[in-house]
């Protein structure tokens, strides 16, 4: 079965932190892709990032970084110098071959000035 | 601007009344999806589509319709056999089908039941 967990609840943190979102996957299969999503509070899915099993090559994207270990079957994601516009809820989601997406739970990130 | 568009933002239902929600994407991507968002949950998956005149049943596709008889759009019926529709509902594309695809989300429509 497959099933991502994002323990964190909720998160708040004081603007200019650094804060780390954690996401944690199961599955069988050895080939699988990994996405983060940001739903501010106007309701829309924004797409961040997505990854496949076989790169596990760590990214940065301003801000936002990725840390992607196949060992502990973690994708976790660390905004840095955090800003209240951060403030949304984060979804981690596992992706199969000829299968649909599976959310985890999110994580709601509030950022206080 | 390529994009997803839901309508209406906002929806009021009473009890026992059908109500369509629309999607209408401009990306030309093959496979469209819905799902339905509740408070502090995550999304699960109602009905997607790979390809026209085609669709398959999600995770809680009772009580719902859809249909795709156009590439572009894709829209759900909530029918009076739902017995618990209030939910936010969000519609995605993407330009292959399955979950290894990015999908991309329209802004959502809030259905309230009255």
């Known amino acids: 079965a497959q099933k991502v967990t994002q323990a964190q609840t909720e998160i708040s943190v004081v603007e200019k932190e650094d804060v780390t979102l954690d996401c944690v996957y199961e599955t069988r299969d050895t080939t699988y892709y990994l996405f983060w999503y940001k739903q501010p509070p106007s309701g829309e899915l924004v797409f961040l990032i997505r990854r496949n099993s076989f790169d596990e090559q760590n990214e940065i994207s301003g801000r936002y970084s990725w840390n992607f270990q196949k060992s502990t079957s973690s994708f976790n994601f660390t905004i840095t110098a955090s800003q209240v516009v951060d403030s949304a809820v984060y979804f981690c989601?596992?992706?199969?071959?000829?299968?649909?997406?599976?959310f985890g739970a999110g994580t709601i990130l509030r950022v206080k000035s | 601007d390529g994009g997803i568009t839901q309508s209406p933002k906002y929806l009021f239902r009473k009890e026992g009344q059908n109500v369509t929600l629309s999607c209408e994407q401009n990306?030309?991507?093959?496979?469209m999806y819905w799902y339905r968002q509740d408070p502090g949950q995550g999304l699960r998956l109602i009905y997607y589509s790979q390809i026209v005149n085609d669709f398959q049943k999600g995770d809680i596709a009772e009580g719902y319709s859809v249909s795709r008889e156009k590439k572009e759009s894709f829209p759900l019926t909530v029918t009076s056999a739902q017995k618990n529709p209030t939910a936010f509902y969000l519609c995605a594309s993407s330009m292959g089908s399955g979950g290894t695809d990015t999908q991309y989300f329209g802004p959502g429509t809030r259905l309230t039941v009255l």
């Open positions: 989601a596992l992706g199969l071959y000829g299968n649909k997406l599976v």
């Open positions: 990306l030309n991507h093959d496979a």
